[in-house]
């Protein structure tokens, strides 16, 4: 009996993916669980395993084609078949390929044997929550367990433990990104050689998100400069001992510290604004996003728990995710539940800018180089003029949920913070 493998629901309002790997050919035979294809959506590189143990008969996508939720990517036969005459592997492109809606979701009662179809992402999560796969009832289709499955049972099993557990809540839909209707464009090929490249993957959810921000929030900025000479000097007497360690001490890993410090002091920078309860969501954990520039463009995974971390810790943690996000070996769960974010465009000698708002967060960190710059220096022979290493700052809200003053005090205490190496000291340990 031939059976259909559609692209499963892979959670969290993800509607479509980019082919990067097909990982197995016409013919050959598979087990339930093992990697089938390599899909990248938002950022992530998502590997699928197959729901079924058989005898691959088609294979309807390849590297580079769009898919969407739903759609039949291969075929199979069933264990001891005999296919029949075997096809060729389509050559067209996602267009081509039957589109259907998403399979439905298949409930598994009880536990199961053998491989639990699921993602590396959704593994790894059920080993940090101490889940046993096979406990789990699917909600994916053809069987997978989704990191949401994983979520509501690890919630539900704690849920006798006391009323600190909390309800899990259903992922945002997120709608499927569609360039808007622009002028018609002019046939530039008129004028010299062009070249048209595809508009997708990283650089598409780029877009996505940054359109939303764009027309969703009212951005304000409020600028400063900060005297990171003394830093640099704190920065330089420790570089080798976290390098010993895998890390690497820079100066967004002193700025991860002193964001936390200010989120705490001023929580509705920590937030979001819910328009359909008229609510903003103070969340009492800090999760700060950190943006990447990558080969394929920005991606911003996020550092966990930040205020719990030591500098040490967030230098090793920090370097690994940069590392990991290069290798596009990062996972889907790590760019998520982020509530702030900071963008250092210093690595790359950039000055100053003003970032756009990573939705639906209220407020985004921008930092510039430091460079040497005259400044005014008060010491005990008075006021004199001396180069100092100068760190541009910006600051940029979301001027619904906050006011200009709330900018200035939040710019003022990381200013603190980071001019003053010894609040830091307390954290190397």
Known sequence: MTKEFKLPDLGEGIHEGEVLAVRVTVGQAVKEGDIILEVETDKAAVEIPSPYTGTVLEIRVKTGDMVKVGQVLMTFSGPGEKPAAVPEPAAAGPMAATLSQPAAASQVPGPRSGPVPASPATRRLARELGVDLAQVPPSGAAGLVTAEDV????????????????????????????????????????????????????????????????????????????????????RRKHKKDVEALGGRLTFTVFALKAVAAALKAHPRINASLDTASSEIILKKYHHIGVAVNTEDGLVVPVVRDVDNKSIKELAVELNALVQRAHARKISLEEFQGGTFTITNAGALGGWAFSPIINHPQVAILGMGQGRLQPAVVRGEKGLTIAARLIMPTV?????????????????????QTMEDPDELLMSLV
């Open 151 to 234: 979520r509501a049972f690890a919630a539900a099993g704690k849920a006798t433990e006391g009323p600190a557990a909390a309800r899990p809540q259903p992922a945002a839909e997120v709608p499927a990104f569609t360039l808007a209707p622009g002028p018609e464009l002019p046939d530039f090929a008129k004028w010299g050689p062009v070249e048209r490249v595809p508009f997708r993957s990283i650089r598409r959810a780029t877009a996505r998100q940054m359109s939303l921000a764009w027309s969703q929030i009212p951005h304000v900025n409020s600028q400063d400069y900060v005297d990171v000479t003394r830093l640099e000097v704190f």
């Open 395 to 415: 600051l940029c809200i979301d001027h619904r949920v906050l006011d200009g003053a709330d900018a200035v005090n939040f710019l003022r205490l990381f200013k």
